[in-house]
């Protein structure tokens, strides 16, 4: 249970965080719901800069569901080659784009499940598009939010689902999108993973983890 003093440090962070990253949007390139599901499935363990490198090809060859149904998976291999486990996103991308035709009429669903039912589409995944592309309330915790929500002390989660349940309890909904960008932004550009930016933080006063630190 977080203590009132805690409850207020947090609303502090979020604040500060809001404005030092409002405006913050996607850097995935897309044009449509379908482009930009692609463009996130195949952005696991991959950059954003090397997923637009990739789509540039892609898209340029089959822009919608359609298009990318008449590949093979060897063709979709081909164009995808530089993002990291492109074989398997190959196969995902060529079933999905298949059941969209059968199922939606080559259109991406609106709804969460209809969405993690396709292959290779996983809650965060879903969670993106929904927010994204249809401006759904949702908050999609990737591993930069999971990493700076738990470092920071906002939340005490063990898993993806566990983050995303705390934040969405301290953050109105509709601003849970907003909140996304907020925390890549600042995993990326700042509070990295193996060498965080601590002297440019621009929450370096609240954050119980440089606290902690001064302590030691």
């Not at 030092?20 to 800069?49: H, M, N, W």
């Not at 969670?127 to 908050?139: D, E, G, N, T, Y």
């Not at 993806?160 to 934040?167: C, D, G, K, M, S």
Request: proline share 5%; glycine share 4%.
């Amino acid at each position: 249970m977080m203590t009132e003093l805690e409850k207020q440090r947090n609303q502090l962070i979020l604040a500060q965080l809001e404005k030092t990253y409002s405006g913050a949007g996607p850097e995935l390139e897309y044009r449509t719901p379908f482009q930009l599901l692609t463009a996130v499935i195949l952005s696991a363990q991959c950059t954003d800069k090397q997923v637009n490198q990739v789509t540039k090809r892609l898209f340029a060859v089959s822009p919608d569901a359609e298009s990318m149904a008449q590949l093979t998976v060897v063709e979709i291999e081909n164009l995808i080659r530089g993002v990291g486990l492109f074989r398997n996103k190959a196969k995902n991308l060529s079933q999905m784009s298949k059941q969209l035709l059968e199922e939606f009429h080559g259109e991406v669903p609106e709804q969460r499940e209809a969405l993690e039912k396709l292959p290779g589409v996983g809650r965060k995944t879903a969670s993106v598009v929904l927010s994204i592309a249809f401006h759904q309330p949702a908050l999609a915790v990737d591993t930069h939010v999971f990493r700076v929500a738990n470092r920071m002390g906002l939340t005490q989660a063990k898993n993806p689902y566990e983050t995303e349940v705390q934040l969405c309890s301290l953050i109105e909904p509709t601003k849970w999108a907003d909140a996304h960008h907020w925390f890549i932004h600042h995993g990326r550009y700042c509070c990295k993973a193996r060498t965080p930016q601590c002297q440019i933080c621009p929450v370096e006063q609240l954050c119980p983890k440089l606290i902690e630190n001064r302590k030691e």
